[in-house]
């Protein structure tokens, strides 16, 4: 069964460090990536996506991901966080297959920003 | 644009009882999704819709859960008989079919129920 690992459950750091979150997949077939972000108390919101193209995608509020299909991995970054950012990240990818895609979540990661 | 509608936000009952949640998705959004969230992990898909349509069930506990979506609209989960891990938060999610190719996946959430089963 397809599957999405998130490297991280919790991650610690002071405002203005940089973030990388990591995200892998175990699919070799065609998928679409994702990341979600979980502000405490709100619902799921989409923060960046890859489909096809260029493998550097840019999304809200700063973040980037990096597709590798190599490496099966597509890794959340950002230069320099903020409190605001504190969070839940979520690596979401949709599998292909039978006509439709299956979109499967990683566990997560907690994003804690101390100010 | 309205978002995704769900009801009950939150939901206590005792085990062996049934409950059942709402949901209206985004309007002209094909696929519905329902997934299952248990504190401290990633969504889990329980099933999909495509229109009214079932796409994949196959992680659905079908011995005590059940779904539909019967205009191809609104759809509602049901629970039936709960049981203490059923405690979770239950979010609903759609997107809309784009192209000739396949399913647009990018799906947009509901802000979810949480049941709490004592």
């Given amino acids: 069964a397809q599957s999405v690992s998130q490297h991280n459950h919790h991650v610690i750091l002071s405002e203005a460090a940089s973030l990388e979150l990591g995200c892998n997949y175990s699919y070799g077939g065609t998928v679409n990536l994702f990341w979600y972000v979980q502000y405490p108390g709100q619902h799921l919101q989409l923060l960046l996506k890859y489909f096809s193209g260029d493998p550097l995608v840019k999304g809200i509020k700063g973040f980037e991901a990096e597709f590798i299909k190599s490496k099966f991995s597509f890794n959340l970054r950002k230069p320099s966080v903020q409190w605001s950012d504190t969070a839940e990240y979520f690596c979401a990818v949709a599998f292909s297959g039978a006509g439709s895609y299956q979109l499967t979540f990683g566990k997560g990661t907690k994003l804690s920003v101390i100010p | ?118």
């Fill in chain 2, 1 to 118: 644009e309205a978002g995704v509608a769900q009801s009950p936000r939150y939901k206590i009952i005792e085990k062996r009882q049934s409950v059942a949640f709402w949901c209206n998705p985004i309007s002209g959004h094909a696929t519905l999704y329902w997934y299952q969230q248990i504190l401290g992990q990633g969504p889990k898909l329980l099933i999909q819709f495509q229109n009214n349509g079932v796409v994949d069930d196959s992680q659905l506990p079908k011995d005590r859960f059940s779904a539909e979506r019967l205009k191809g609209v609104d759809s509602t989960l049901k629970i039936q008989p709960a049981k203490l891990e059923d405690s979770a938060v239950y979010l609903c999610a759609s997107s809309a079919t784009r192209d000739s190719k396949g399913l647009n996946t990018e799906a947009f959430f509901g802000q979810g129920t949480r049941l709490t089963v004592v």
